[in-house]
C-alpha cells in the first residue's frame, strides 16, 4: 500500500477512482477472465461525469451461460472489443495517483496482475468498510446496500444506462457507497489513513 503524500490529506481530499470488472465466468479449471471493464472518479467527495470510462473486452475465451445471465454480455458484444493490455495508458492515467475504490476488491486486484507492478493504491474495500461501519446487516451485496441508501436515484442522474453488474454502473455505485458511508462514520475531516485501517 502506497501511502506516500497523502499523510497530510483528509479524506474529503482525497481523489478517488473507483475500478469495477465484470467477467467471463469461471470454467472448472479456468479463472475467469475480464471481459469489461469500468473506472469512475470522485474528486472531494463529488463524482465527476466526465471521467466515466467502460469499455468492453476482447478474450479468446467464450462467456459463460451463468455469467452472460447476472451481466447480459455475450461473446459477441467482444468482437471489435480492445484487449485489456492495450488499453493500458488509459488506465494507468485514470488511476494511477488516486486511492482506488471497488466493492470486494479482490477479482480487481486480480485482474490488474496483467499490469505486474503498477502500484495503484491505496485501496478502499467498500464491501469491508460497510461491514465495519455497518455491522449487522444480513447482505452487503453492493446493490443491497444501493437500495438500503437510495443510491440509484443518484447514478441514474449521473448515468442515465445504469444497471447493476455493468462495469461503470458498478464502478459509480461503489463511490456512491463509500460517500455514504464516510457521511455515516463522520469521517470527512479525518486523516485519509482511516479509510484502510
Given at each position: ?171 459509480l455505485a461503489s463511490l456512491l457507497l463509500l460517500r455514504k458511508l464516510i457521511e455515516i462514520a463522520g469521517i470527512q475531516n ?8
Open positions: 500500500m502506497n501511502l506516500a503524500g497523502t499523510s497530510n490529506l483528509l479524506v474529503r481530499e482525497i481523489s478517488f477512482s473507483a475500478l469495477d470488472f465484470e467477467s467471463a465466468g469461471e470454467r472448472a479449471n479456468e479463472v475467469g477472465v475480464p471481459i469489461q471493464i469500468g473506472i469512475a472518479e470522485m474528486h472531494r467527495l463529488v463524482p465527476t461525469q466526465e471521467s466515466f470510462f467502460r469499455s468492453y473486452l476482447r478474450t479468446d475465451r467464450p462467456v459463460t451461460w451463468t455469467a452472460q445471465q447476472i451481466h447480459g454480455i455475450s461473446s459477441d458484444d467482444l468482437s471489435d472489443a480492445p484487449s485489456l493490455l492495450s488499453l493500458w495508458p488509459e488506465i494507468k492515467q485514470r488511476l494511477g495517483n488516486r486511492w482506488i475504490v471497488a466493492h470486494g476488491s479482490g477479482t480487481e486486484k486480480r485482474f490488474l496482475r496483467a499490469f505486474p507492478l503498477h502500484g495503484f493504491g491505496p485501496w478502499v474495500d467498500t464491501l469491508t468498510l460497510s461491514r465495519k461501519i455497518l455491522p449487522g446487516r444480513t447482505s452487503y451485496a453492493l446493490s443491497d446496500l444501493g437500495a438500503e441508501f437510495s443510491l440509484v436515484e443518484e447514478a441514474q442522474l449521473l448515468l442515465p444506462d445504469f444497471c447493476w453488474h455493468e462495469a461503470l454502473s458498478d464502478a479525518h486523516p485519509a489513513e482511516v479509510l484502510v485501517k
